[in-house]
Structures are given as structure tokens and as C-alpha cells.
């Protein structure tokens, strides 16, 4: 079964504007990563938020942890068309692998 | 560096014939899995490495076998290929368990079709 859940599932906005996702998890974690997909490519890492970490940013990006909702969130400020991409959660409970959610697959309008 | 690669990259199978996924990474990672991705479902493990000679089952491993004879390879086997097991499978690698060194590289994927 999946550990990370994507919310929302697709979301489509313009470009310059912010789009968030959400990604909520059920045991306790180590860490949560996120990655990027673009289509018919591998995932790519954006960014690790550790247990004990409440937010970080990286650029763009901004991460959020709440581990007593056992939640994260994903804001991409700005966003720009080459922003469109799938983006996935990833949690590690320190089992020697991660468990990836389904993706949300954002769309940005140029 | 060419970080992971992925052979082939595009397959068509009939049932039943068998085939073997390679992949190769040149970055000394101990860590290794196999991933499929289906429609709707995410990324499933299907097994994993954490070294050479070791291999573990992950979430879906039914169907495919594994084996890790050198530490730069990592090799997923479909012994009678079904066409439940059409999907795109990604390959990837990550040192092992070290403060900072969590990141996986992913392969660019392998689309199997199997008629």
C-alpha cells in the first residue's frame, strides 16, 4: 500500500502564479522527499525535509512538515510553464527503501 | 559521470516469453531498486539491494526475480512475462543509509509491453 498520498491529484494553473501540493503519510518517517517527473523521464529529487525539520526552502521551493498531522506540503512560487510536471512524496522510515505517493500532475499556462 | 542507466528502453513481449531489465550506475551507490509505475498506482517497489550479492523483496515482487552480482548492476528478470506486468520500470540508486546521502537517482525507464 501507498505510505504518501498527492493532493490534489492534477492541478492546473498560470504561469507566476504559486501551486501547492500536499502529501500526507501514515506511520512515522525519518524523512519526506519530493521529486519531480517530467513526462516520459525519470523522477528527479527537489528537496529532503528531515523529522525534526518543520520547513525548508530550496530556490522556488518551499517545503513544509507537520508530523503531528503527519502531513507536507509543497509550494512552487512563481511557477513557470517548464514547471509542468508530475511531483511525487516520498517517505523514509528508515527501512532501507522510501515509499512514493501517486503524484500530483501540475500543469502551468504559459 | 552517466549516473544510471536504463537497457532497453522500449520492449513488446508476447506472454509468456521471458526478458531481463538492466540496469548499471557508476556513482558507487550500495542501494539499488526496481520500481514499476502504472497509471493512477505511483511508483511500486518490486525489489531491492542493499548490497552486492544481497536482494529483498519489496511491495510487488510476484512475477519478476532479481540479482546483484556486481555492485554496479542490478538485473530484473521476467521468467514468463504477463500482460499484467505492462508497465514503465524505473531503475534506481542511492548510498547507503548515511545522514545526507538519502537522495535515489532514478534511470530513465524501460516501457515493456507485453501482448
Known amino acids: 500500500s501507498q505510505q504518501g498520498e498527492e493532493d490534489p491529484q492534477a492541478l492546473s494553473i498560470q504561469e507566476g502564479e504559486n501551486a501547492t501540493m500536499n502529501c500526507s503519510y501514515k506511520?512515522?518517517?525519518?524523512?519526506l522527499q519530493w521529486y519531480r517527473q517530467n513526462s516520459g523521464r525519470g523522477l528527479v529529487h527537489l528537496i529532503l525535509i528531515r523529522s525534526n525539520e518543520r520547513e525548508k526552502h530550496s530556490g522556488r521551493l518551499r517545503v513544509t512538515l507537520d508530523t503531528s498531522k503527519k502531513s507536507s506540503s509543497l509550494l512552487i512560487t512563481a511557477s513557470r510553464a517548464a514547471d509542468t510536471a508530475s511531483y511525487f512524496c516520498?517517505?523514509?522510515?528508515?527501512?532501507?527503501?522510501?515509499?512514493f505517493g501517486i503524484g500530483t500532475k501540475l500543469q502551468v499556462i504559459p | 559521470n552517466a549516473g544510471v542507466t536504463q537497457t532497453p528502453k522500449f520492449r513488446v513481449l508476447k506472454t509468456g516469453q521471458s526478458m531481463t531489465l538492466l540496469c548499471a550506475q557508476d556513482?558507487?551507490?550500495?542501494?539499488m531498486y526496481w520500481y514499476r509505475q502504472d497509471p493512477g498506482m505511483g511508483l511500486r517497489l518490486i525489489h531491492y539491494s542493499v548490497g552486492e550479492g544481497t536482494t529483498a523483496k519489496g511491495e510487488v515482487p510476484d512475477g519478476y526475480n532479481v540479482s546483484r552480482l556486481k555492485k554496479q548492476n542490478f538485473l530484473l528478470g521476467l521468467e514468463s512475462a504477463a500482460p499484467s506486468q505492462t508497465s514503465v520500470y524505473f531503475c534506481a540508486s542511492r548510498h547507503y543509509r548515511q545522514r545526507g546521502r538519502e537522495t535515489q537517482y532514478f534511470g530513465p525507464g524501460t516501457r515493456l509491453l507485453v501482448l
Open positions: 516520498a517517505t523514509d522510515a528508515g527501512y532501507q527503501k522510501v515509499t
Open positions: 556513482m558507487n551507490h550500495e542501494y
Open positions: 506511520t512515522s518517517i525519518n524523512n
